[in-house]
């Protein structure tokens, strides 16, 4: 461990087996960082602390929460923020945001055809079986056209850096991927803290997100609608994602709307207002999809739009993320994105998979269970980081448990080695010390009609706890705001 000189920094150890963004081997802060590193240092860990609890303080005032879900109850909690950036270079970002594009083109393209030829399917590239055991694919999407041919219109890619320096793609989230308005807050919360170090970066903005959001889900509208209305369509207050529906909706500026105030007639769709039915043409979604039209669907589901999905596969609107993309999510599908792109693309993937097992072959099956060990063991149709077990952290009796779990139901679960995310410097407020905490990345890719735009930072997560691999705010991670560099 090695001791970093610097009065805000004066307590931080640096292992030199950990990739630190900010330090190179030889323990010196990188070109892109010393700036920074200069600036912060300036002010002592007293004003450190007191910075981070006005931050903590605005998040609380604004009502930037999420909601944890556990076994006997749930918990409001405000999301962790921390006031040291992440930056990324133009070169670095230009080699993710390629990336990341080349990925949700390739899943929109895959998505068309498993709903409608099947060719990847009938060339022997990709397994029926593998597709029709999917708890996401919906019989129902068979040949149906979303309007502007876009299934995946909003994508959020995770990413890490590794021991090696490069980066690799976790896994792929096109259901309905949160975190964005993060992202805007962050950036809001440190410039009202540190308004003074943004003089020295020039940096691209991350609150153009939501008005490049609107304006390609338009490109998608219906044939024969000029001027689209777009609304946002939640669950409800209590959905641990509220605050972002909310927020989004509010920086479209559109409504946001729950589905007791819609109604479908004719097969049209149209909201309840104080001056009479409106005609709705696109519905950016934040409801699963088995609870979006209790017709088609989950009868029981008081969430959804009776009649919503006869209008959708008219072609009378356009919902985004479209019902069955979440088939594309399934982490036993990712074990082929290489395959994918190639196929559909023919280009090489810019950014790489994490070697990565499906129990669902036997000879994979046997390597994981004789390895759990020194593997991560994910359920293939789980998010926010639930259901992961990671070897080298469990007991022999809890390795025996997630043995009998995959044999169970081999089909449900995939392994991959165990990644060393880089780190970052973290405050710890507990501490009040900067510590090493392990780092992801969330690209937010946006798709239209011949359009697409990535968010110029995306939502870096942290571990808050030592050691920690698993990042989800729901396994009590946090966030910083990302930096991208101009050119």
């Given amino acids: 461990m090695t001791k970093i000189k610097n009065q805000i920094f004066s307590s931080y150890l640096r292992n030199p087996s950990l990739y630190d963004e900010i330090y190179d081997n030889d323990g010196n802060v990188k070109e892109v960082y010393k700036k920074l590193f200069d600036l912060y240092g300036e002010h002592s860990i007293e004003d450190y602390a007191s910075l981070n609890v006005k931050a903590r303080s605005s998040f609380f005032n604004q009502g930037i929460t999420f909601q944890v879900y556990g076994k006997k109850k749930s918990q409001e909690k405000i999301f962790p923020f921390d006031l040291f950036p992440r930056i990324i270079d133009p070169k670095e970002w230009d080699f993710i945001e390629r990336g990341a594009i080349q990925r949700s083109k390739a899943l929109n393209l895959f998505l068309w055809d498993i709903y409608h030829e099947k060719k990847i399917i009938k060339q022997g590239l990709v397994p029926m079986e593998l597709i029709s055991s999917s708890g996401n694919y919906l019989h129902q ?29 976790l896994e792929d989230n096109i259901r309905c991927p949160s975190g964005v308005s993060y992202v805007i807050c962050n950036r809001t919360a440190l410039k009202r803290a540190l308004f003074g170090v943004f003089n020295h970066y ?15 889900l338009e490109t998608t509208k219906p044939h024969g609608v000029d001027l689209p209305v777009c609304v946002v369509i939640t669950p409800g207050m209590y959905n641990s994602a509220y605050y972002e529906h909310s927020y989004l909706a509010k920086t479209m500026g559109v409504e946001l709307v729950e589905g007791r105030d819609l109604f479908v ?51 009378n609107v356009t919902i985004a993320n479209a019902p069955g993309t979440g088939v594309a999510d ?46 991560v063991i994910k359920p293939v149709d789980e998010a926010g980081g639930y259901g992961i077990s990671i070897g080298n952290r469990l007991t022999k009796e809890e390795i025996e448990e997630v043995k009998k779990q995959v044999k169970s139901d081999p089909r449900r679960y995939v392994a991959q080695p165990i990644m ?27 798709l239209g009609k011949d359009k697409e735009f990535v968010l110029k930072g995306g939502l870096t997560r942290v571990a808050l706890k030592k050691g920690n691999l698993i990042v989800n705010s729901s396994q009590g991670g946090g966030s910083k705001d990302t930096w991208v560099l101009k050119k």
Avoid at 202 to 216: G, I, P, R, S
Wanted: aromatic fraction near 12%.
């Fill in 141 to 169: 999407m068979m040949g149906v056209d979303p309007p502007g041919d876009i299934y995946n219109h909003i994508s959020g890619i995770d990413i890490i850096k590794h021991n090696d320096g490069n980066y690799y793609v």
């Fill in 202 to 216: 020039q940096t691209h903005t991350v609150t153009d997100y939501a008005e490049n959001l609107l304006e390609l």
């Fill in 265 to 315: 007639e004719n097969d049209f769709v149209y909201m309840k207002t104080i001056r009479g039915p409106q005609k709705v043409d696109i519905i950016y979604r934040r409801i699963d999809d088995l609870f979006i039209d209790p017709l088609e669907f989950r009868p029981d589901s008081s969430l959804g739009v009776p009649g919503l999905f006869a209008a959708y596969k008219k072609g």
């Fill in 330 to 375: 399934d982490k036993a599908v990712y074990t082929y994105m290489p395959e994918i792109i190639r196929y559909y693309l023919d280009e090489e993937p810019i950014l790489n998979n994490v070697q990565t097992y499906h129990c669902n072959r036997p000879d994979e099956l046997k390597y994981v269970l004789d390895n759990i060990h020194q593997l």
């Fill in 420 to 446: 060393s995310l880089s780190v970052h410097p973290t405050y710890i407020a507990k501490k009040e010390s900067f510590e090493q905490r392990h780092v992801d990345l969330r690209v937010f890719t946006v």
